[in-house]
């Protein structure tokens, strides 16, 4: 099968690659990827040479050339998006285009050209926060940032899809990712590399938002699984092994790394920050996923991805585009990294 993936360069989207390649010696990959500040090439380097896997640098809304990757494929995979929520309290314009019609643009090419198979990366952003118990699938959708809420959009434009074209498209839905390769302005990767660099760690408000944590090669398991065995029109809730408080996660790693919890710096809240997600996923179960990997090995796992690859993640860091938005941001957050 040959598999169109959008935003391949991004921090899921490559670890998925490089699993797709490495479990299905059939399958071949194009990578549709803009290369925004968050897609790096560096982090499918070792792909180079893998006949299997080609880089086409386009944006999704540019209905030409997606077209023309699109008259080539089976099935597409779609992660490309603006991801990051503080971003979007900042400007919620780029993630409109791209998050909403980006994904519109990519659904009448599919769908023009009889793609069998479409899944639609999600977040469980969409449910807005949930003080008690579990988002399940057929939950409304209560999105709380411009980020969530242009989710939300795309959400609902490829359901309407199926539901008016019978187009074959699933909706996945997962909680939050840590792993190998993400950029680091995302909470888990922002921790470890200021942490490596004895500064200090941001934590928005009291810290008692509750995330539940997956790790990376775990949703890109359960997102190999949805494509194979989803059924059209269903959304899957993908969540983790691990639910905590970010001011216990961020002690939890300190330790881990020997450094002292001094560095946790309590800063203002994000604004229309959510309180707490949770996913109820009986239905990604009764497909036959479960988790692979211990939250605390993962963890481990991470941190000495971080520490060995210290070059990847410092020229990420002193990147120009990286200085702007923690100049913007301060606003807010009041501490230096
Ligand atoms: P990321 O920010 O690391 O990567 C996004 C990728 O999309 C980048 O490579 C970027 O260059 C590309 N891109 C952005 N705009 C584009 C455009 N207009 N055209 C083509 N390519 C474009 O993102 P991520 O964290 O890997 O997230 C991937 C997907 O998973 C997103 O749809 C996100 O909403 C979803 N998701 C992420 C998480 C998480 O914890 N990271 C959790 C749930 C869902
Ligand atoms: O839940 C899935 C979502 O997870 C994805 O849809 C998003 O694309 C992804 O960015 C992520 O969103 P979050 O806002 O949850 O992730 P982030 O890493 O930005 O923050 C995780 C938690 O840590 C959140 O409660 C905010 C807090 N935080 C974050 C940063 C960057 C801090 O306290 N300090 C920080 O500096």
Known sequence: MKILVTGGLGFIGS???????SSHSDHQVVNLDKKTYAGNPENLKDLKKNSRYAWVRAD????????????????????????????????????????????QVLLESARAYGVKRFVHVSTD???????????KEEDMLLPNSPYAASKAASDHLVRSYFVT???????????????????????????????????PYPLYG?????????????????????????RPGE?????????????????QVLRLMGKPETLIQKVPDRPGH??????????????????????????????????????????????????TYYEKQYKWTVVSR
Not at 169 to 197: C, D, H, I, W
Not at 284 to 303: C, H, M, Q, Y
Request: charged share 25%.
């Open 235 to 251: 959304i899957y809730n993908i969540g983790g092994t691990h639910s905590c408080a970010n001011l216990e996660l961020a002690r």
């Open 274 to 323: 959510d309180r707490r997600y949770a996913l109820n996923c009986d239905k990604l179960r009764a497909l036959g996923w479960k988790p692979e990997f211990s939250f605390d090995k993962a963890l481990r796992d991470t941190i000495t991805w971080y520490q060995q690859n210290k070059s990847w993640w410092s020229k990420l860091k002193k990147d120009k585009d990286y200085q």
């Open 165 to 199: 074209y019978g187009f074959p498209a699933v909706v996945t839905r997962s909680s939050n990712n840590f792993g190998p390769y993400q950029y680091p302005e995302k909470a888990v990767p922002l921790l470890m590399t200021n942490a490596m660099q004895d500064k």
């Open 60 to 103: 999704i809304l540019d209905r030409k050339k997606v077209d023309r990757l699109m008259g080539q494929v089976q099935a597409v995979v779609h992660f490309a998006a603006q991801t990051h929520v503080d971003r979007s309290i900042l400007d919620s314009g780029e993630f409109v285009r791209t998050n909403v019609l980006g994904t």
């Open 15 to 21: 670890n998925f690659i490089r699993h797709i390649l």
């Open 125 to 135: 952003e969409v449910y807005g926060s949930k003080p008690e118990g579990e988002s």
């Open 206 to 230: 009291d810290g008692l938002q509750v995330r539940d944590w997956l790790y990376v090669l775990d949703h890109v398991r359960a997102l190999d699984l949805i494509l194979e065995k989803g």
